[in-house]
DNA sequence: GGAAACGTTCAGCCATGGCTGAGCTACGTT
DNA sequence: AACGTAGCTCAGCCATGGCTGAACGTTTCC
């Protein structure tokens, strides 16, 4: 499915070349399994998958990741025993959360103040963007910014928020998101198939059409004025370049 | 908290902070100490948990906290006991107590003894000022802003007020709580589940509309004026942002 | 014991955002 | 230069999210 799109090969948004950390990613879909495996994997993280929480709590104490992406339902137990467990054998094991977009879901509550939780269907930058601040947060490498910057725009994660030239903008989620992934890889080209499985949720159906769209309003608030960061590579994709270095 | 300032955006207070101090939680519901431990160490707080009054006795001894998180109702002793043995150890040691809120007079007489206490359900903020205050109070960490300003908002912890623009504005508890916390996140997006998790009792079984009519009564009564100081981001959530840099 | 304040829910309205399809423009290939 | 294709933009529809006022129950304080 959606995997298959996105068999490009410099896809590695990572700040290092090197591994980033450990992770181990724990879902009893293999779809799942392997979407978030493999584009964690682009993204230069060592990964390890485990299917049920058993295997889980087995692997974890084998490797000793850095931090689990586990899924809440699993079918032979609950992820937050296996959380617990995980928590016994090392007092501080990260954990981000997956669950389905339920609402109803008492159990949910419990979650939000869990290290993090992302809900499905998600977006694969919307699991980067809570591995990596979990991570931040946990090793307490607070240096690494949360601001990004490109020639005169500037985003900042924590806020929500973007400027040009200084001036807020407003963005839609959407056209946040698209934003977000552009500066992570400013200066490597997306192909809009990568682009719709990074940033649009992967159940998404339609076509590489709102991509063009998006960019299309993405330029209207954020880069009308010269020198232009987003350019088109007509047959290719599309990149965020810094100025200058053209 | 001066290193915090070259990440550019943390208004300082807040989640990221390095180690504020040494925690021991003590709570024999996992649920509880779990809640508990992941909240306060979001909120930079190094923290050990201990189940019962033996466990608690024997890792205050051995870490030294600097003070002590401690439900009233324990499955070997009783919290006071618990209270008298670290109290016998390091004369000082700060403790604030969780209880049951069902008012029997005795026990209140115990917990006057207390630097503080805290009545079960409770919201995190709850826990989270009782501890910050008694701190302020046994180290005399009187740098700790008592009074938050956000553009021509002040809020006084201490003496439960808040102005708009030098005029007194009468708050309702949740009001106030639901604008400290905002406050203490100056800049910061936060969702309406996380909104819910900390403003409102662990217990509370509701969704998020409850936060849309508190965001909404409070507005009404402290954000009428421009500039507007929150932020409504439709599908993400709310901001306080200081003025200027809209 | 009564009144006021507070907390919670709900429903209706409005605004925003997401997506699509169609027409148009620009490119670049021959 | 001309054709075909890729990309751009816009308008419009639909779904969702958010805001508010009203109603109801509960607590608190005289």
Known sequence: MAELRSSGVSESQGVLDRVEARLLVVDDEPNIRELLSASLRMSGFEVVTAADGREAVHFAERIRPDLVVLDVMLPDMDGFAVAGRLREMSEQMPVVFLTARDGTDDKVAGLRLADDYVTKPFS???????????????????????????????????????????????????????????????????????????????????????????????????????????????????????????
């Open 124 to 246: 694969l930058e919307e699991v980067l963007a809570r591995i990596r601040a979990v991570l931040r947060r946990t090793r307490g490498d607070l240096d690494l910014p949360t601001r990004l910057q490109v020639g005169d725009l500037e985003l900042d994660e924590e806020a929500h928020q973007v400027w040009r030239s200084g001036v807020a903008v407003r963005l839609s989620p959407t056209e946040f998101k698209l934003l977000h992934y552009f500066m992570v890889n400013t200066g490597r080209v997306l192909s809009k198939a990568q682009i719709l499985d990074h940033v649009w949720n992967y159940d998404f159906g339609g076509d590489a059409g709102v991509v063009e769209s998006y960019v299309s309003y993405l330029r209207r608030k954020v880069d009308t004025a010269e020198p232009r960061l987003i350019h088109t590579l007509r047959g290719v994709g599309y990149v965020l370049r810094q100025p200058h270095s053209d």
